[in-house]
């Protein structure tokens, strides 16, 4: 069985503050894709990243980090020096074999001036 | 080609009514995704199509739901007899072949209210 969880509802910072969303996944597969996904309120999801199982790698990207560590089972995304602009729903999501993505609940994001 | 297409953009229906929505995918993605997603919820699967072949149904996919994708390219999804648990946000997703690890591109959804 698959599982992602974020257990953060909501979070508000104020602006350029550093925030982490947290994201912590279950699977009993060797080989997997984790994703984060961004939801501004127009609904369009907005892809962000992609990483395989086998790539354990930090990356950065702008202000944007993810730090995955499979020891812990957790794909954690960190928004340095956060902006208003910031403000969405962000999911977390997880694939398999298979093609369909299994989302988290999301954390919800604001960040005020 | 902007990304990936849905209409209507929102749908209110009386209940025991069909609806359809169209979905066009980016043009040289031969995957084609729908997933349902409720308010405070992650999206959920429903199903997949390769080309036109509807691959993956998820169970979450009642009788009363039927998608189609002819000849590959736009898809539509069917409901019929409307009912008020089915009031949600109807999300399409595109990729393309090649590596397991493709990410889906979204569009910008159908938000259906059931009346």
């Known amino acids: 069985a698959q599982k992602v969880t974020q257990a953060q509802t909501e979070i508000s910072v104020v602006e350029k503050e550093d925030v982490t969303l947290d994201c912590v996944y279950e699977?009993?597969?060797?080989?997997?894709?984790l994703f984060w996904y961004k939801q501004p309120p127009s609904g369009e999801l907005v892809f962000l990243i992609r990483?395989?199982?086998?790539?354990?790698q930090n990356e950065i990207s702008g202000r944007y980090s993810w730090n995955f560590q499979k020891s812990t089972s957790s794909f954690n995304f960190t928004i340095t020096a956060s902006q208003v602009v910031d403000s969405a729903v962000y999911f977390c999501?997880?694939?398999?074999?298979?093609?369909?993505?299994?989302f988290g609940k999301g954390t919800s994001l604001l960040v005020t001036p | 080609d902007t990304g990936v297409s849905q209409n209507p953009r929102h749908k209110i229906t009386k209940r025991g009514q069909n609806v359809t929505f169209r979905c066009d995918p980016i043009?040289?993605?031969?995957?084609l995704y729908w997933y349902r997603q409720t308010l405070g919820q992650g999206p959920e699967f429903l199903t997949y199509?390769?080309?036109?072949?509807?691959?993956?149904k998820s169970r979450l996919l009642s009788d009363r739901f039927s998608a189609e994708r002819p000849k590959g390219s736009f898809s539509t999804l069917e409901i019929q007899r409307t009912e008020q648990g089915d009031s949600a946000m109807y999300l399409c997703?595109?990729?393309?072949?090649?590596?397991?690890?493709?990410?889906?591109?979204f569009g910008q959804g159908t938000r259906l209210t059931v009346v």
């Open positions: 990483r395989n199982s086998f790539d354990e």
């Open positions: 199509f390769q080309n036109e072949a509807q691959l993956e």
């Open positions: 699977t009993r597969d060797t080989t997997y894709y």
């Open positions: 043009s040289e993605h031969n995957r």
């Open positions: 999501a997880l694939r398999n074999s298979g093609y369909a993505l299994n």
């Open positions: 997703a595109s990729s393309w072949t090649g590596a397991m690890n493709t990410e889906a591109f």
